[in-house]
């Protein structure tokens, strides 16, 4: 990877990066809406873009999360350099657990989404030692998915793990041209591009 080829905007087969894309994902009472904001931040020396994500339990926010990525347009790999992170406890910032930053102490930053999927594949989306250090390994290529969102087809399976938390086992769905339309018991019910 030339980090000369990184920007902030654009997008792959599964990941878009393009100002105002919005994912709306619910399940039970819980909510997430993934925003990409029209707002870039230097992370290790790159232009990254913020992706805001808030999630919400029975209407109460949980949290607020400020994500940084970048996409290699020779590749189409998107890259993750961090994170600022507010969780919210009775209407307050309670803490700021999780939040890393590529090029600060050991953090470096991961690769998010490959422009190029393989089944079998394996991959750091964090490496922030003894704070963020998820890995993913693509589990399925041609999964077949209905969420109230619409019916999907070719739907990528990602099962990610982390040694802090080695009894945890998550898995995400990405559908073509859209992102991700399931992360655990959330799917995805609305997405489009939104005036922000």
Known sequence: MDRNDLASIGRNPYFILEPGYTLILEGGSERLVITVLNETVIVDGIETRVVEERESKAGRLVEISRNYYAIDTRTSDVYYFGEDVDIYAGGQVSSHGGAWLSGVGDARFGLIMPGTVALEAKHYQEIAPGVAMDRARII????????????F???LKVEETTPLEPLIIEYKYYALGIGMIRDGPLELVEFGVTGN
């Open 153 to 155: 087809e070719q739907v």
């Open 140 to 151: 399925g290529l041609s999964e077949n998915l209905v969420t109230p969102a619409g019916q």
